[in-house]
């Protein structure tokens, strides 16, 4: 069962249709094209950095006796990207000012949506909706995580 990061853009209530469910898990794309699965999330330079990176891996797969060297960091790095890629994703919205509303456990998307859809209270007016307290980290307790990896994040869980 995967967990599903929802954000909303800056300003946006809680039911807004433009709110993004970012899977937080394995991607099997951005295992086997890394480098353009970062570009296609609109991550640039870590793209084009993972680019230059394999293509390294591959000339120094060239060189004898260097080919399990490099085919060994070549998975390492893929399995890398396909593992933090949605998180990174979830990052840059951050960056952009979007708000992380919840995260819900579920089977898939369409499960992810209903049960979030289903938790917001109803309103008749969009404008007058209240927001869901967004899940952020008080900057008083606890320093800024963005500097991890993000392997062992427990976003406020215990």
Sequence with gaps: ?????????????????????????????????PALWLMSKRAWLLGIL??????????????????????????????LVSLEGPLVVARNLKKRDWTLRSIVPARDLETAEEIYFSNIPATADRRTATPLPSIERST???????????????????
Excluded: C
Excluded at 1 to 30: H, K, N, Q, V
Excluded at 50 to 69: K, Y
Excluded at 140 to 158: I, M
């Design 50 to 79: 993972v680019a230059v990176l394999q293509i390294l891996l591959i000339f120094l797969s060239a060189v004898p006796g260097a080919f399990a060297a490099s085919l060994f960091m070549q998975l390492a790095l893929s399995l």
């Design 1 to 33: 069962m995967a967990s599903y990061l929802i954000m909303t853009p800056p300003g946006a209530p809680a039911d807004d249709e433009r709110a993004r469910f970012i899977a937080d898990g394995f991607s099997w794309t951005a295992f086997f094209f």
């Design 140 to 158: 008083t307790k606890q320093a800024d995580s963005s500097a991890g990896l993000g392997l062992f994040q427990p976003y406020g869980e215990r």
